[in-house]
């Protein structure tokens, strides 16, 4: 009995972020092509969107595109976040540059579209998420 009562606290204590966290609705719009993925990184702060060091990561296959938009669905515990986006088009995981450095991909931020030419800081575009809340977060795709 003790062990059954056991692995059930453990179960519970795994389970409990999950239970406890909030849905995210992204919807996407200005996507140019079906081909490769789109990732969203989530970040907290400043300096871990600028070591490009995201809290959360997650890939969606492009295969609901439609018109140029998908939506996508995650979950997060309240709090503050920003998000980005990388169109993934060749599916490598990373942003592609040409010579002079200027992204290949399209890419995007939680609710802000990006005119400058320099990284925004988190701050244009971070939102908060509050207890049973369910978020809607539009991000538009950006190419250079």
Known sequence: MIRKTYIQFIVLICLYPTLNAQNVEVTITGIRSDEGRIDIGVFKDDASFQKEDAFRSFKFPKKDIKDGMMTVKFNLEPGIYGLTLLDDENSNGKM???????????????DYYHTGITKPKLDAFKFTIEKDQVKKIIMRVKYM
């Open 96 to 110: 592609e540059y040409n010579f002079i450095g200027i992204p290949k991909e399209g890419f995007g931020f939680s």
